[in-house]
C-alpha cells in the first residue's frame, strides 16, 4: 500500500513541479519532455514520471507527439481566442451568480484591496495577481457549483501562461486593477447584471492586449 501512495506522492511532485514550470515559462512551448531525462532531473522513477506526462497532456498542457516523444503544447492566437470564448461563458456566469448568492462584505473586503494595489516593481504585481486568485477563491465559494468551479479550474490553469505574455504592461495592468475593482463592487452590491458586464468587458480588454502583445512579438 505505502509503495502505491509513495509512487502517487512522485507523481503529484513531478506534475507540480512541470506545470510550474510550463506556466513560468521555464519550459517553454515545443521543449522536449523526456521521460528518463525528467525523472532523473527530478528524482523520481519513471512510471510516476509517465503519469505525470499523461496528466500535462489530459491537461492540453502536454502534446505526445509519438509513443515516445511529449512537448510542451504551443499556445497560439488561435488558442488564446478559443480559451477565451470558453472562459467568458463561465466567468459570466459565475459572476452573476456569485452576485446573488456570495458575501456582500467579503466581496466588499476584497474590493477595498483592489482600490489600493500597489503596481509598482514585482512584488506588488506579484501580490496583485495573489489578489486576483483571492477573488475566484471567493467567487467560487459563493456560486457553489463543483461542475462550473471545476471547468474554470481547466481554464485558470492555461490562463497562467496567458498571463506571462501581458504582464510588462504597465497600462494594461492598470486597468486590469480599475476592471477587477468595478467586478469586486458589483459582486458586493450583489447587482448580478453589472458584475457579468464588468466580467466581460474586463475579458474582452483582456484578450486585445493580449493578441496585441502576440503581434508586436512577431514584429
Do not use: C, W
Not at 521543449?31 to 531525462?37: A, N, W
Not at 512584488?123 to 463543483?146: C, T
Amino acid at each position: 500500500m505505502s509503495t502505491v501512495v509513495d509512487r502517487v506522492r512522485a507523481s503529484d511532485r513531478a506534475y507540480e513541479t512541470l506545470l510550474e514550470e510550463i506556466q513560468s515559462g521555464a519550459l517553454p512551448a515545443g521543449t522536449v519532455l523526456g521521460e528518463v531525462e525528467q525523472a532523473a532531473r527530478l528524482g523520481v522513477s519513471r512510471t510516476p514520471m509517465r503519469e505525470a506526462l499523461r496528466r500535462l497532456a489530459a491537461d492540453g498542457l502536454a502534446v505526445q507527439q509519438s509513443p515516445r516523444v511529449t512537448v510542451v503544447a504551443g499556445l497560439d492566437a488561435d488558442d488564446i481566442r478559443a480559451l477565451f470564448e470558453i472562459r467568458r461563458a463561465l466567468e459570466e456566469t459565475s459572476a452573476r451568480l456569485a452576485a446573488q448568492r456570495g458575501d456582500a462584505r467579503a466581496f466588499a473586503a476584497l474590493a477595498d484591496e483592489f482600490s489600493h494595489v500597489d503596481l509598482d516593481g514585482g512584488e506588488g504585481r506579484d501580490a496583485y495577481y495573489r489578489l486576483i486568485a483571492r477573488l475566484d477563491a471567493q467567487l467560487d465559494a459563493a456560486v457553489g457549483n463543483d461542475y462550473l468551479s471545476s471547468a474554470l479550474r481547466t481554464v485558470r490553469t492555461h490562463l497562467v501562461r496567458v498571463r506571462r505574455m501581458a504582464r510588462d504592461k504597465p497600462e494594461r495592468l492598470a486597468a486590469s486593477a480599475s476592471e477587477h475593482l468595478l467586478i469586486a463592487r458589483a459582486l458586493a452590491s450583489g447587482d448580478a447584471d453589472l458584475a457579468a458586464h464588468a466580467t466581460h468587458v474586463h475579458l474582452h480588454n483582456a484578450l486585445e492586449s493580449i493578441l496585441q502583445s502576440l503581434t508586436e512579438g512577431t514584429r
